[in-house]
Each structure stands twice: as C-alpha cells, then as structure tokens.
C-alpha cells in the first residue's frame, strides 16, 4: 500500500514537474513572440534590403497602374558584390591565417621556474603553436572559410553579420579496415563520430538578443530560431543532453505551415507568389540567466560555491535552453567558466541604437530608386513617343472588326455620312515628345550620389577610366588606396568584432576541456586583417619604388639580384611565384641552351643571316631605282612646265600682233580719210592677211603640242616598262628567299 501511495506521490511529482517545465517554456515561448513582434519595423527593412538586392520590387510599385514599366536597373547587386570580394579577400588570405597566437611577455607555464627566461619563452612558443595548429584543424573541420564569408555576405546585404562560437559540430570520420575471414580479406567500413568546437553562421532573420541591448556584450540574453524539418528534429537525439520523448512528442503532431515574422516573405518564391519551402518545425535556443528556481525546476545541477559554501542555484545562473512550443528539448548548466554570450556580431555600418547594423542596400537606397525611376520614366516616354495615343471620334468612323484598337491594316468606315462634316479628323495622334537627355542627366546624377554615398567609386570597382588614373603608377596607387581606406576601416571593426572574441573562445575551449597537455600555456590572441593588410601595401610600395629606383641607376642595377626582387613583387601581389617565374634549374638551362647552340642552329642562323644581307641588297638596289623613277618623273614634269610656257609666249605673241595691226588700221583710217574705198579695201587686205597669220601660227602650235605630247607619252611608256622589270625582278628574288628559306628550315 505504501509503494503504490509512493508511486502516485512520484507520479503527482512528475506531473507537476512536466506541467512547470512547460510553463518555463510558454514563458520563454512568449519573450520569443515578443522580440519577433517588436522587430517587424527593422525586418521590414531588411525585406526591402533583400528585394533591392535582387532587383525586384516590393511595396514600391504597388499602386502603380497596369502597362507601365517595371524595369529594375540592378546597380545595389553590383557594389554589394564588389564589398564583399573585397572584403573577403583583405580579411581572409588563401595563403595564410587571419589570426597567430603568441605567448603574453611574461608566460606562466607549470613547472619551470620564472627565471630561466630563454628556456620559459622556448616552451612557450612551441605551446602556442601547438594550440594554433589545433584552433587551425577545429575551424577547418567546421568550414571557418565559409562561414566567414557568409557572415560578410549578411553584413553587406543586411548590414549584421553573426557569427557563434564554440558551437559543438558533429565530425563524421570513415575509414575501410581489412579482416580476415577465412582466409579472405574483406573491407569493413568504420564510421567515428565525435563532437568538436567549431563555429556557426548564424542568420540575422534568426538571431534575437537583448532588446534593451546596443552591442553584443551588453546583452542579458539570446534567442536564436532554427527553421527545422523533421530529419532536423531527429538528428538532435545523436547530440547528448537532447529530450527523446520531447521531440517524440513534437514530431508527433504537424510543423508550422508559416514562421512568423517577415521571414516567409524573405522565402517566398518570385516566380510563385504562395510558394514556401514546406513546412517547418520553430525550434528555439535560450542563452541567458534565469531564476534558481526555473534551473530547479529544470533539474540543473549547479553544485556548491566554492566561496560561501551555498547552493549555486541560489544565484542568477545561466543556462542553454533548447524549446518548441510547451516542450523543453534540453535544459543545461552554461558550460563555460567565461559566461559570456558566445556570438560575434560585424555590421557593415553601425548603429548607435542597437546591435543591428545597416547594410549597404540600405544606405543607396535613394540613389537606387531615382535610378530606376528615371529609367523607367524613359522607358514609358519611349513608348509612349513610339506608339502615342489616339483620339478616335466614335460619331465619324467605326471599325469593321468592332474594336477600336489599332492594329496593322486595321479598317474603319464612316458613318453618319450627309449629316455634316466635322471641323476635326476622325482620328488625332498625340505627339509625346522624347525627353531622354532630361532623364539621362538625372540618372547620371543618381549613379554618382549612389556612387558617393556607398564609399565604393569607380576608380575602387575598376569601372571605367578616370582622368587622373594612368598618368603615374605612383598616381593610380594613392588614388585607390585613397578608395580602399573604408575598406580597411571595416577590416579593423572585423577583426575586432568577429576574429579576435571568436578566437579567443575557441581558445578557452581549448584550455577547459581539451585534453591535450602541450597546447595549454599563457596565451594571446592577434588578429592580422588588417595589420597585414597594411603591411602587405607598404611593402608592395616599397617593392615598386625600389625597382624603379635600381633599374634607373647603373651602379644600383649592377648589385640587385633582380630575380629576388621580381619573385618578391610576384608575393607581394599575392600571386603563386611558381605559376610566373621560372624556376633556377630551368633559368639555367635556358641559359645553357642560349650559350652553346645547336650546329643545326648555327647553320640556320648563317642561312638567315645571309638572306637578310641579299633581303637588304634587294631592298637597296628597289630604293636606288625608286629615286631614278623619281628623277625621271621630275624631268617629265619640267619638260611639260617648258612647254606650258612656250604656249603662254606663242599666245602672248600673237595678242601683241594683233594690238600692231590695229593700231596701223587706225592710222590709215586717219590718213586716208578721203579715200575711204582705198582704205576699205586696204582694210580689208590687213583682215585677210591677219587671218592667214593667225592660221599659220594655229597650225604651228598644234604641231608644236603634238610633238611635245608624242614625247611625253614615249617618256611615260619608258618608266612604265622600267617599273614592270622591277616589280618581276622583285617577284623573282622573293620567290628564290622563299625556296631558300624552307629549304633551310627544314619544311
């Protein structure tokens, strides 16, 4: 009777557990309502940040009528695109770690005494290289790569980026094995599963903190969201400290058809308007500090104070706790000894207001909106100036088809015809005149403010050429290193924010629960973006001017190895040397080979030597009879200036003739006045015998002209025949240098 009153006590116990457990979880369930409520404004934002990114429009053209143009001129893609290769690029190097781990000035390490300095600073560094080689597998095991390029991507796009960190990330290892059965050998695959600290790519649609909080470390607590289906419900039973009846229970019943918040839209398909990616299961993450008696409740052993020698479940303590819906899938102490809040947040701009920053989508905005409306504006006016409306009067003509569209040999006929005439035509064409220089101005304007205020101008992105870049090397490399100095800012904020605090936890990891004596030590975290960035520029600089320097002055050119300096500017440009320069060996041999030539070669460069030699001949007998032809062409054009002006005397000549005879007519007009017969008669002997000296001198210049012109054409035909001898003779030793040239060659 007592076990059974025992067991219905333990029963009334557990139910009411269950039933204060699940009031833990409403509670938390509502604080995750609450914060999703109150941040519909900032992912409305981010909405409008995501459809601008993708060039598709929201809200903005919902009241617009049908027929005008939705055209979305993509500039915010382009720029977000440039930011973040940029930004991967200087923050995470392919040839080497952001980050290096050094012992502090004075380490501490067990069992060497503090005044044997040199041997204290030895095993030190071999520990923190030993402990950067671990951090280096754990995050490599983990994809720290691409994580940290999608957290940049967020904090483009979104303007948050977050990173958490020491997350536990399941390791699958396999491995084949061979055994002997029966004397055969048979594979047998092997499959090891370990859980190991990593980190994790937290979205920022997901990520709920602290509202009251401005910066990550002020926050009190954390609320993360994971989206999860069934198959994602089940893997949590392989992780330990999971509740298998708890899920059992919620996978029992049907997932959430919607998430709440404006993360469906986010998910929505453009091309289906009520497309979703399927149902989802709302799992939460709560990482803060609750009450000693909710950690009772949740049966969380939190041990004895070491100091007061209390319970430490009578404190404030922080716990992770994993919930959906009434259910707590796990409940545990925060393992750490450094309760901090394990995420990293970068912002692209930051905001002093809260721990969400704003990405660059948001800060072009306005540029991005006058550009597309300008464009579209243009489209409209084009269309519009293209096929303009038309006014038709219905009372004068109707179509034949019964619609008044216009469409190619469309047919209209009159009506009403003897009613009276109508002072208008039946159909008028509104003129749209272009306004495309008006529009394009304004779209110019907008790109340069869309330009300026994304801190990312052309001479950064590399479009298009500038008036001030080419003039100097040295020129080109202020201006972009003048462009990239937002960029470097925001490197610095990055490895203060995201690499130095993640680092550094998985550090503490390492040092709490790591096994592994010889990585632990007194040690140090340095992030190197942006420092090695800087460096990398300055010795790049310093490489170029140097260059220039040397190869300007003989002396300094004589002593530079220029092959060391090339391979060094080959690194500094972060290029494989390998890939570009040769290697000694194969410098030597191509020296070798330069030195002592082949007696094929040898043979061959006499052969090619000797047709140059006969090539240049040729060429300079072409050129001497080229200026003969010149000479004679010169002489030919004197010979016609001669008889050009033989002509002009001849003419002149006669004019002074005639100018003779009339005076002598006019004085025997005088003379004979009263015998005007005899002096018409003499008259006309004086015309007569004019004429017949004007024929003859005719006749004489027309066989002078003939003469001259016989000449002139015998000299041309000449010079002809002498230039086509030329041009075979030509014909004849380029056909030889070819047969000499292929027979040499060996073709």
Not at 80 to 107: F, H, K, Q, V
Not at 109 to 117: F, T
Not at 653 to 666: G, H, K, L, N, Y
Request: glycine share 6%.
């Amino acid at each position: 009777m007592q076990d059974i009153e025992h067991e219905l006590d333990e029963a009334q116990r557990d139910d009411e557990r269950r039933t204060q457990v699940m009031a833990i979880a409403s509670r938390l369930q509502s604080m995750a309502a609450d914060r999703v409520q109150k941040r519909g404004p900032l992912e409305k934002r981010w909405l409008d940040d995501l459809n601008q990114y993708n060039g598709e429009y929201g809200d903005e053209l919902k009241n617009m009528p049908v027929g005008r143009s939705r055209a979305f001129v993509n500039l915010t893609r382009k720029k977000c695109n440039y930011l973040e290769a940029r930004l991967g690029e200087m923050i995470l190097p392919t040839d080497d770690r952001n980050y290096s781990m050094g012992p502090t000035p004075i380490p501490d390490v067990a069992n060497i005494p503090k005044g044997d300095v040199e041997l204290l600073m030895e095993i030190a560094k071999n520990k923190a290289l030993a402990m950067q080689r671990e951090i280096d597998d754990q995050l490599s095991e983990s994809g720290y790569n691409e994580v940290m390029r999608g957290v940049i991507h967020d904090a483009v796009v979104l303007g948050t980026g977050i990173v958490k960190s020491p997350t536990l990330v399941r390791s699958v290892k396999k491995r084949y094995t061979q055994e002997d059965v029966a004397g055969m050998k048979i594979s047998k695959l092997e499959i090891k599963e370990e859980l190991r600290p990593g980190l994790e790519r937290v979205s920022p649609w997901h990520f709920f903190p602290d509202d009251s909080a401005t910066k990550i470390d002020q926050a009190e607590n954390v609320l993360q969201r994971y989206p999860m289906n069934r198959k994602d419900l089940k893997n949590l039973c392989k992780i330990p400290g999971f509740d298998h009846d708890a899920i059992a229970e919620i996978l029992s019943s049907n997932p959430d058809q919607t998430l709440s918040g404006y993360y469906d839209e986010a998910r929505i398909n453009p091309d289906e308007t009520n497309s979703r990616a399927g149902g989802r299961y709302e799992v939460w993450e709560f990482q803060g500090c609750l009450s000693a008696e909710d950690a009772n409740i949740l049966g969380i052993e939190m041990g004895v104070d070491e100091e007061s020698g209390e319970q430490a479940y009578k404190r404030e303590p922080r716990l992770i706790i994993w919930f959906c819906n009434e259910y707590v899938l796990k409940a545990v102490a925060y393992p750490y000894e450094d309760e901090d809040l394990p995420y990293s947040v970068f912002c692209c701009e930051e905001d002093d207001y809260t721990v969400f920053g704003r990405g660059l989508p948001y800060q072009v905005r306005n540029s991005q909106r006058v550009v597309n409306s300008a464009w579209r504006l243009t489209i409209d006016n084009a269309a519009l100036s293209a096929v303009p409306p038309i006014i038709v009067d219905k009372k004068s003509i109707r179509p034949t088809d019964g619609s008044y569209a216009l469409t190619p040999a469309k047919i209209f006929e009159y009506i009403n015809i003897g009613t009276g005439a109508s002072d208008r035509p039946p159909v008028v064409a509104i003129d749209i005149p272009m306004r495309g220089d008006l529009l394009g101005s304004i779209m110019d304007r907008a790109v340069q403010w869309l330009e300026m205020e994304s801190g990312l101008p052309d001479i950064a992105t590399q479009e298009g050429p500038s008036p001030e870049v080419g003039r100097s090397a040295t020129g080109a490399s202020l201006l972009f290193n003048s462009a990239s100095a937002p960029l470097r800012r925001l490197v610095k904020q990055f490895d203060d924010r995201i690499t130095n605090p993640v680092i550094e936890r998985m550090y503490a990891w390492n040092m709490e629960f790591n096994p592994k004596s010889e990585i632990k030590g007194d040690f140090h975290v340095m992030a190197l973006g942006s420092s090695t960035l800087m460096v990398r520029e300055q010795q790049q600089q310093a490489l170029m001017m140097m260059s220039q320097l040397f190869a300007s002055n003989p002396k300094y050119a004589q002593n530079t190895d220029w092959t060391a300096l090339q391979r060094q500017i080959v690194k500094g440009a972060q290029l494989n040397v390998e890939d570009i320069m040769m290697s000694e060996e194969e410098m030597a041999a191509q020296a070798q080979q330069q030195q002592a030539p082949s007696p094929e070669q040898m043979k061959m460069e006499m052969e090619v030597q000797k047709m140059q030699l006969e090539q240049q001949r040729m060429q300079i007998e072409a050129e001497r009879a080229q200026a003969e032809l010149q000479l004679k062409q010169v002489e030919l054009e004197l010979r016609q200036a001669e008889l050009q002006l033989k002509q002009a005397e001849m003419v002149g000549d006669q004019q002074i003739e005639s100018m003779r005879a009339e005076a002598e007519m006019t004085k025997a007009q005088a003379i004979a006045q009263d015998s005007q017969n005899d002096v018409q008669r003499e008259v006309l002997k004086q015309q007569g015998e004019q004429a017949q000296r004007d024929h003859d001198r005719e006749t004489q210049l027309i066989a002078i002209s003939a003469e001259q012109q016989q000449s002139i054409n015998e000299t041309r035909t000449e010079l002809q025949l002498e230039a086509a001898k030329m041009d075979a003779e030509q014909q004849r030793f380029n056909a030889e240098m070819a047969v000499k040239v292929s027979q040499g060659s060996g073709i």
